[in-house]
């Protein structure tokens, strides 16, 4: 059963825009933590944003500070990260991912139990 269900990527220029989504049910919505994470060809699989139930605070990793944005939209059930000003070090295969929300804000892949299909994001130079 899909539970993350992923959409947005794709091939822009150095410089340029893209918008990635993510659609949860209710009550993964409701309850979990959700984020972005990336993988790059050849590497581990890093935090990128996250957003917080309630009050949504976020968080970013210091690469993409300044030029994503993630926000979460209740009444579609949605995550989205908005990427700007990408660069070709954004290229990667993101992944929506959700985990269980008490009260802590984890930043680390393994502490995330649901994951989308991922997303190929190619920003050429």
């Known amino acids: 059963q899909v539970q993350l269900v992923e959409s947005g990527g794709g091939l822009v220029q150095a410089g340029g825009s893209l918008r990635l989504s993510c659609a949860a049910s209710?009550?993964?919505?409701?309850?979990?933590?959700m984020g972005w994470f990336r993988q790059a060809p050849g590497k581990e699989r890093e935090f990128v944003a996250i957003i917080t139930l309630g009050v949504a605070n976020t968080y970013y990793s210091d690469s993409v500070k300044g030029r994503f944005s993630i926000s979460r939209d209740s009444a579609k059930n949605t995550v989205y990260l908005q990427m700007n000003s990408l660069k070709p070090e954004d290229t990667a295969v993101y992944y929506c991912?959700?985990?269980?929300?008490?009260?802590?804000?984890?930043?680390?892949?393994?502490?995330?139990?649901?994951w989308g299909q991922g997303t190929q994001v190619t920003v050429s130079s």
């Open positions: 209710e009550y993964i919505f409701n309850n979990y933590l």
């Open positions: 991912a959700a985990h269980l929300y008490a009260g802590v804000v984890h930043t680390a892949a393994e502490e995330y139990n649901l």
